[in-house]
């Protein structure tokens, strides 16, 4: 039976596909094809001729085996192979042959994407925004020619996604999936802020700067904490940039989302009383380095500073540092200790 297999093979190596892997494939799908043809023999197999460019199906019956007393039921042998390619195959072949390629080139596809993508886990890139009618809840972005899908769960509250946009996200997860490789990208992710900063801070790159900690709530605020690598390097300032040029270009990528940046300590008292900035700790009291709690002294008039709004400041401190962080009034404190005292 003919089939254009030299056509199919040049194809095949014009989109990267292995031409054993072809042979492979069709000759399989052929084989099922006639399988259920009527009165299609039990066992099967079908031979590829690349260079006449046609097929074979060779069949073999089964003859059956007498039985002994040592072996009652005894398997079936097979017969000599005989060609039982059948005369009206030709349609159905060239169908599977389509069908087969078709599977293959999406599947080479699919490799190339996730080929060029896994190495892009963790990193931030830039795409355009695209509407998708069907999927409302998820949005789309194209980048280059993949589409991946920025979902709820991944899109900072209240930031509005317009169709055209260039968009700067982080590659979560890349995946093979039902439909191809599946790219999930976020713009609520923490390590977002370091990539951005990292974009912006040379100090950064070059390890003279770490950022140790970030603590985030996505459209609103953002805590990092930092620290110098290199003698003489002020870290905050470096993330600061002259006359703040750095940390607002971050900014520009997340809209209204405000970004506090604290110096690091190994001393969890120091890191704590450095976390609730903007708010100025008299003293932090460390009650229990197993469990990290302690307790931060703020004076009456910074204590609304120190908790924030809906405690938003005391929450990021407290994620930032990974110590649960009790806030009280370091005037109650002195007197309590006065009262002590005497």
Do not use: C
């Amino acid at each position: 039976m003919e089939l254009d297999l030299s056509g199919m093979h040049q194809l095949a190596a014009e989109q990267g596909i292995d031409p054993e892997a072809l042979d492979e494939a069709l000759s399989e799908a052929l084989r099922l094809a006639y399988m259920k043809t009527p009165h299609a023999a039990k066992h099967s197999r079908v031979e590829l001729d690349n260079r006449a460019g046609t097929f074979t199906v060779w069949a073999r019956d089964e003859i059956p085996t007498e039985p002994t007393e040592d072996n009652p039921h005894p398997a079936p042998t097979l017969g000599e192979e005989y060609d039982d390619t059948p005369r009206d195959f030709g349609r159905l072949a060239a169908a599977t042959a389509r069908q087969v390629f078709t599977q293959l080139f999406r599947k080479a596809e699919d490799d190339r994407v996730f080929g060029a993508f896994s190495g892009q886990k963790g990193k931030l890139v830039t795409g355009i925004v695209q509407q998708d009618v069907k999927d409302p809840t998820n949005v789309h972005i194209a980048i280059g020619d993949v589409e991946a899908i920025l979902p709820r769960r991944e899109q900072v509250p209240g930031e509005r996604y317009r169709h055209g946009e260039r968009l700067r996200v982080y590659v979560v997860n890349v995946a093979r999936g039902l439909k191809g490789p599946e790219i999930v990208v976020s713009r609520s992710h923490p390590e977002l802020v370091r990539q951005l900063f990292e974009r912006e801070v040379p100090e950064l790159v070059s390890g003279a700067v770490s950022i140790m900690a970030i603590a985030r709530e996505a459209g609103a605020r953002t805590k990092i904490a930092v620290r110098a690598n290199t003698e003489g390097v002020n870290p905050k300032g470096a993330l600061i940039g002259p006359g703040g040029a750095r940390v607002r270009a971050v900014m520009e990528n997340l809209g209204p989302e405000k970004i506090d940046i604290v110096d690091w300590s190994a001393d969890p008292a120091k890191f704590v009383a450095s976390a609730l900035s903007p708010a100025v700790a008299t003293g932090v009291q460390v009650i229990s380095e197993k469990n990290k709690t302690a307790i931060a002294f703020i004076h009456d008039d910074q204590l609304s500073l120190a908790i924030g709004k809906e405690g938003q400041n005391a929450r990021l401190a407290a994620k930032l540092t990974g110590w649960k962080i009790g806030i009280e009034s370091a005037e109650a404190h002195a007197k309590k200790q006065a009262a002590e005292g005497e």
